[in-house]
């Protein structure tokens, strides 16, 4: 049991050019999360899925898109890639109480774009 | 809209000191709170969570938290800080979507120090 895992673990872009996140889970979970960490400013949702073929915009969705592959995986693409987006980059899942249960993190991403 | 703040981005104790890590919230509905640990380079990890059961809620690691509805209020206490416990702590509130798991709003961090 994995529980969340995310790939690459690390990547420099340069500007302008594009990537896809990878995330996947194994716990079963119908709700799936991405969230940027900047210094000082907690994590931020950027986007969610709360079930398979469902996606819905968090608080800083600008510069991404999201893909509900199947139950399991959930991507996150920047098409062109900004300096601003910079940052750790984490994936969470959880089940139908994960709003009183809590979610379940991955190792996350750590993107520079220079 | 529900809000985490938390008072303090570096908290600083020496090694068996009370650990103190302040937590108030916004909510205008009764809140579901969580407190996370993030070690250097690593995710996530639950530490305890406060679903109305019990005021005084006790996680992993020997903390603490204590549920204030007067004070808005969700500090995350240790009697006796341990050099290990040096991470960052986020304190965060979930907005709850029926049966859809839900959406946590975090906190800025706390980044707790211990001195030998």
């Known amino acids: 049991n994995a529980g969340v895992t995310q790939t690459p673990k690390f990547q420099v872009l340069k500007t302008g050019q594009s990537m896809t996140l990878q995330c996947a889970q194994d716990m079963n979970h119908n709700s799936m999360y991405w969230y940027r960490q900047d210094p000082g400013m907690g994590l931020r949702l950027i986007y969610y899925s709360a079930s398979e073929g469902t996606t819905d915009k968090g608080e800083v969705p600008n510069g991404y898109n999201v893909s509900r592959l199947n139950k399991r995986e959930f991507s996150l693409r920047l098409e062109s890639a900004a300096p601003s987006q910079t940052s750790v980059y984490f994936c969470a899942s959880s089940g139908p109480t994960g709003g009183t249960q809590g979610q379940y993190f991955g190792p996350g991403t750590r993107l520079t774009v220079t | 809209a529900q809000s985490v703040t938390q008072l303090g981005s570096h908290v600083s104790v020496s090694e068996g000191a009370l650990v103190l890590l302040r937590c108030n919230y916004s909510s205008s509905v009764p809140p579901y709170l969580f407190w996370y640990v993030q070690y250097p380079n690593q995710g996530l990890q639950l530490l305890l969570k406060?679903?109305?059961?019990?005021?005084l809620v006790k996680g992993i690691n020997g903390f603490e938290a204590e549920f204030k509805k007067s004070e808005t209020s969700f500090h995350l206490t240790k009697p006796s800080a341990h050099m290990s416990d040096a991470a960052e702590y986020f304190c965060?509130?979930?907005?709850?979507?029926?049966?859809?798991?839900?959406?946590?709003?975090f906190g800025q961090g706390t980044e707790l120090s211990v001195k030998p």
């Open positions: 406060y679903t109305s059961a019990a005021t």
């Open positions: 965060a509130v979930s907005e709850v979507i029926y049966n859809q798991g839900g959406k946590l709003i």
